[in-house]
C-alpha cells in the first residue's frame, strides 16, 4: 500500500522533503481524553493492549487529534519478558509489577524464546488492524525494548531509581546475565521482524534504561546486543533511543542502523559530530518544555529546529510526552515543527 504521506521515511533516508516529520513518543496514551475514554472501557492497560481492534484505536487517535506524521503501535515494551515466561501485571499509580523475577540459571531454564506468532499475535494482529484502518494516512512505527532495559525489568520486578539489583547481577553473575541477554536478544530480532512482517513500516528499539549504567557496563551489557538487533532487521529501517547514554554515542553512530534518537540532555551540534552525517536524528526538545506558555513552546520549537537545519532530522521530544501536559500545548509543538521553515 502507498503511502500519502511518507515524510517520516523520506526524511530518514536523507532524500528531500518539504518539511521535518514530525511524531511523539507516548502519543498514544495518557494526555489524550479519546484515550482515557476506551482505557476506561476495560479492565485495565493490559487488556487494552491486548485487544487488537481497541489497540488500533488508540494508535490512530493522535494522528486524527495531533496531526503527527506517524502513529506507533500501542503496546508495552513488557509484552517480551512474559511472551518469554514471565507474566507481569500493570499496578495503577506504581507501573509495572513482575511477581516471579529472574536471579538464577535455574530461572532461566523456566523461560523460552518464543514464537511472536503465537504468544504474540495479539501486536501482530494490531498492527494489521491499525494498517488496515490507517490505508495508508502515514507509517506505522513498531517497537521493542532494548535487552538491556528488558533485563532489567525482569531481575528487578519493578520499576526502581536505581536498578540495583540488576546492576549488581552484572557484577556478581556476568556469565548468567550475558545468557538471559542472548534469549532476550533473540526473541527481540523474532519480535520485530514479525512486526515488519505484519505490516510496520520502521522499527525502534527503547533502551530507557540506558542511562544508569556506567559506560563499561553499557559497552558490554547494552550495546552488543543493540547492535546484534540492527545486524538482524533487514526488513525495515531501524532507530534506537537510547536514554541517558550520552557516553555513547559515537559507538551509536557505528550501529548499523538509520536513526538515533536523542535525549533532551545531547546537544544536538555535539551529537551530529560524535554519531556522524550518516544517520538521522530524532528529538529532542525537553518534554517539560510543553509546560510553558504557548509563545515559550513556539520559541523552544523553532530554536531546536534551527539547530537541527542541514542535517537528517525526524522532529520530536527528547523522552516520552508526560501524561499532565495539556494536548492543546502538544498539537502547537506538532504545528510549529510543521510550520517551521529554514531560513
Avoid at 29 to 34: A, D, Q, S, T, V
Avoid at 109 to 128: C, N, S, T
Avoid at 264 to 274: A, V, Y
Amino acid at each position: 500500500m502507498e503511502l500519502k504521506n511518507d515524510l517520516l521515511l523520506r526524511a530518514i533516508r536523507g532524500e528531500k522533503v518539504e518539511r521535518t516529520p514530525v511524531w511523539l513518543m507516548r502519543q498514544a496514551g495518557r494526555i489524550l481524553p479519546e484515550y482515557r475514554a476506551v482505557r476506561n472501557s476495560v479492565s485495565g492497560f493490559i487488556e487494552l493492549a491486548k485487544t487488537p481492534d481497541l489497540a488500533a484505536e488508540v494508535t490512530i487517535q493522535p494522528v486524527d487529534i495531533l496531526g503527527v506524521d506517524a502513529a506507533i503501535i500501542f503496546s508495552d515494551i513488557l509484552v517480551v519478558p512474559e511472551a518469554m515466561g514471565l507474566p507481569y501485571e500493570m499496578v495503577e499509580k506504581r507501573g509495572p509489577w513482575f511477581p516471579k523475577t529472574i536471579g538464577s540459571l535455574s530461572d532461566l531454564k523456566q523461560l523460552r524464546v518464543p514464537d511472536p506468532h503465537v504468544e504474540l499475535h495479539y501486536v501482530l494482529e494490531a498492527i494489521r488492524v491499525t494498517k488496515k484502518a490507517l490505508n495508508g494516512r502515514v507509517p506505522l512505527i513498531g517497537f521493542a525494548g532494548a535487552p538491556w532495559t528488558i533485563f532489567a525489568y525482569m531481575v528487578e520486578g519493578s520499576g526502581s531509581k536505581t536498578f540495583s539489583k540488576a546492576r549488581a547481577m552484572l557484577y556478581t553473575q556476568p556469565d548468567f546475565s550475558h545468557k538471559l541477554l542472548d534469549m532476550i536478544t533473540s526473541t527481540t530480532i523474532r519480535y520485530l521482524k514479525a512486526q515488519a512482517e505484519a505490516g510496520a513500516n520502521l522499527v525502534q528499539i527503547f533502551d530507557s534504561w540506558a542511562g544508569i549504567l556506567p559506560p563499561t557496563q553499557y559497552r558490554e551489557f547494552s550495546l552488543p546486543y543493540i547492535d546484534k538487533i540492527c545486524n538482524a532487521i533487514t526488513e525495515v529501517p531501524v532507530t534506537v533511543f537510547a536514554k541517558g547514554a550520552f557516553f555513547a554515542r559515537e559507538e551509536m553512530g557505528q550501529l548499523n542502523c538509520d536513526t538515533i534518537g536523542l535525549d533532551w540532555n545531547m546537544g544536538i551540534s555535539e551529537s551530529r559530530k560524535l554519531i556522524g552525517s550518516g544517520k538521522a536524528l530524532q528529538g529532542n526538545l525537553d518534554p517539560a518544555a510543553l509546560y510553558g506558555t504557548e509563545k515559550g513552546i513556539m520559541d523552544a520549537t523553532q530554536k531546536m529546529m534551527k539547530e537541527f537545519e542541514g542535517a537528517k532530522h525526524v522532529a520530536n521530544l527528547g523522552h516520552g510526552v508526560y501524561p499532565d501536559i495539556d494536548p492543546y500545548k502538544v498539537k502547537l509543538f506538532v504545528e510549529s515543527v510543521k510550520a517551521y521553515k529554514a531560513d
